[in-house]
């Protein structure tokens, strides 16, 4: 007898679209708990470089650990690392696979929620890693190149990832040439579909001039927030040299050039607008790729949506 798949909503879509609020209304609504799939909001003190959401970390009701809470709901796989400890996809995949079942268990909804589309589409496709052991000498090495450098190094040793990876993500350029060492090439990665779970993906639709309006908007208030004074307490409290933050990418790449006196505060703007709105055009292209997204404006049919979902039982 086949078991019942259990449910677990995707909220996803570019930078600035309004992810965070709408999964949380979809928590209060559907009795949920927040995954995040980001993959830079995983770290301690990257707050308005990131967009990330006000939270506090509070006791869960048995006291038994803390979980950080945004709007009294439960937000899980954010605001967790030291800045300087690394964390992969893979490591993302079997965390977030033990907090679907988690949620699940309590009966909870969970709601995976972020625009880093590989992360999410390792948990939904199932998608299979190669096991290479993390080779700490080439990383020194590797780490002093420039993020060019390093996308060039891998087009020449795998043209194939290299138009596939984002060739601005340091880490994951990293990670690609440490695997190529080891056997050769990137493997291509396989999956298969998750035997616990069904996923409904809610797309968050914008049109190019809402979303770069709200790009804008959302900037201007990480501005006033305090996104320069951020980026100097990394540097002098917590010890990161600037190439280190640069490698966090967007406003934390800018800001660094802008606090050396390389650039003025009118060209840092403009810069880390551009970037924020290639960064939404990259993930636009990434996800529209996957034929299962339902792309929605409309909070109503999106709650209608995942009603539906909810009730149709699948095996």
Request: aromatic share 8%; proline share 4%; hydrophobic share 35%.
């Amino acid at each position: 007898m086949n078991k019942l798949k259990q449910k677990a909503i995707v909220v996803l879509g570019p930078t600035s679209s309004g992810k965070s609020d709408l999964a949380i209304k979809l928590a209060k609504r559907f009795k949920g708990e927040i995954i995040s799939a980001d993959s830079r909001q995983i770290y301690r003190h990257l707050n308005q470089g990131t967009g990330k959401i006000l939270g506090t970390w509070e006791k869960e009701p048995e006291g038994k650990r803390k979980v950080f809470a945004s709007k009294n709901i439960p937000h899980h796989l954010i605001d967790f690392l030291p800045l300087r400890q690394s964390y992969s996809v893979a490591q993302f995949k079997v965390d977030c696979e033990r907090l679907l079942s988690d949620i699940s268990s309590r009966k909870k909804l969970p709601i995976i929620c972020g625009g880093t589309g590989f992360w999410i589409a390792a948990v939904t496709d199932g998608l299979i890693f190669p096991k290479i052991k993390p080779n700490k000498s080439l990383r020194i090495k590797l780490e002093k190149k420039s993020t060019k450098n390093l996308f060039e190094d891998l087009k020449k040793i795998d043209p194939r990832r290299a138009e596939k990876i984002d060739s601005n993500n340091k880490q994951r350029l990293i990670r690609a040439l440490e695997i190529c060492t080891a056997i050769g090439r990137v493997p291509q990665v396989k999956s298969k579909p998750h035997p616990e779970f069904d996923f409904l993906k809610i797309g968050l639709f914008r049109t190019k001039e809402e979303l770069n309006q709200k790009i804008q908007s959302r900037l201007k208030t990480r501005w006033l927030n305090g996104m320069i004074k951020e980026v100097q307490e990394l540097n002098k409290n917590h010890k990161l040299s600037w190439k280190k933050i640069q490698s966090f990418g967007l406003a934390y790449y800018w800001i660094p050039l802008y606090l050396q006196g390389e650039i003025n505060l009118a060209t840092l703007k403009e810069k880390v607008y551009l970037a924020e709105k290639n960064y939404a055009k990259r993930q636009r292209t990434w996800f529209k790729r996957d034929l299962q997204i339902h792309w929605l404006s409309s909070e109503e049919e999106i709650f209608n949506q995942v009603a539906n979902f909810i009730q149709k039982s699948s095996l």
